[in-house]
């Protein structure tokens, strides 16, 4: 039975219903591709602490647990472990995001979420996304 990976993904959600994805950094895994900002769960960590930790690491800015509402999630099986991936919609936090680790940042529709080149756990939760907004 392969390893359980569990990586916790935010779709922030703007006051017009954008979203805001980021652009993997060169030197990364998958580097150029879109995602949804997060990542693993730390030891003894729930979904929504990952999330918060994440996205005060990744992009500088602060919410709550209470913020995170689940939408879905991908599992993937990959070979060196299986990926699960559920995906949380904020919007509600203070600051405005910044790219902290060198990725690009860009807020996009809805509708033009499942055009972008993303991982592949990602493609699903993008369409998931975009049917639910």
């Not at 916790?8 to 591709?33: I, N, S, T, W, Y």
């Not at 809805?110 to 592949?120: C, D, H, K, R, Y």
């Amino acid at each position: 039975m392969a390893k359980l990976l569990l990586v916790a993904a935010c779709a922030l959600v703007d006051r017009d219903g954008r979203v805001l994805m980021a652009r993997r950094p060169a030197g990364k895994e998958m580097a150029g591709l879109w995602e949804f900002p997060g990542g693993k769960l730390g030891e003894n960590e729930t979904p929504e602490e990952a999330l918060v930790r994440e996205l005060k690491e990744e992009l500088a800015i602060d919410t709550e647990a209470s913020c995170l509402a689940p939408i879905g999630f991908a599992s993937e099986a990959l070979k060196e472990f299986h990926l699960l991936m559920p995906l949380f919609v904020c919007r509600k936090w203070s600051g405005m995001p910044v790219p902290v680790e060198g990725q690009e940042l860009k807020w996009v529709k809805p509708s033009a979420l499942t055009s972008m080149e993303m991982p592949p756990a990602d493609r699903p939760l993008a369409a998931q996304l975009r049917d639910l907004l």
